[in-house]
């Protein structure tokens, strides 16, 4: 969105979501940029310099108007997280935070990242069981509803 790109979906909040992950792991915003130029260059300053390929893939309109003077090397993630991630984190991390919005990780790739393990481990492997509306009880829903509806 800083390059002025016409696109904006699904990579979009994945960078977003890579953005808001590593700020809870810090305490502090990631890029604070006080305008956009600013923040472009905290983002360099993290993720290196986007090479010609990355930025048309940000912004397949990308017009030169933003030139890097400067090869900048990225820092490595640990580093910018202060060692208060572990591996799995960082590597979902370096998944989301990619320049070329077609390399982010899929939602569903992200949701079963290493990191969530323990997560879906965790969770029953039994379905709860459901209950049974008696006939009236069913009919009293459909009127509730009706009625809230009208």
Do not use: H
Request: charged letters at 25%; a negative charge; one cysteine or more.
């Amino acid at each position: 969105l800083i390059l002025s790109s016409p696109d904006y979906g699904t990579p979009v909040d994945l960078w977003s979501a890579g953005c808001v992950l590593a700020e809870m792991l810090v305490g502090q915003p990631l890029f604070p940029g006080q305008d956009g130029v600013d923040q472009l260059g905290q983002i360099v300053d993290i993720l290196g310099t986007p090479t010609l390929q990355e930025l048309y893939a940000m912004n397949p309109n990308y017009d030169r108007d933003v030139v890097f003077i400067q090869r900048i090397e990225p820092v490595p993630l640990e580093k910018v997280l202060r060692r208060k991630a572990g591996i799995e984190t960082i590597e979902l991390l370096g998944r989301l935070l990619q320049y070329d919005p077609t390399l982010r990780v899929r939602p569903v790739d992200g949701m079963a990242a290493a990191l969530f393990e323990p997560l879906w481990q965790a969770a029953p492997q039994q379905r709860p069981e459901l209950f049974d509306l008696s006939r009236e009880e069913l009919e009293g829903c459909a009127e509730a509803a009706s009625a809230e509806i009208l």
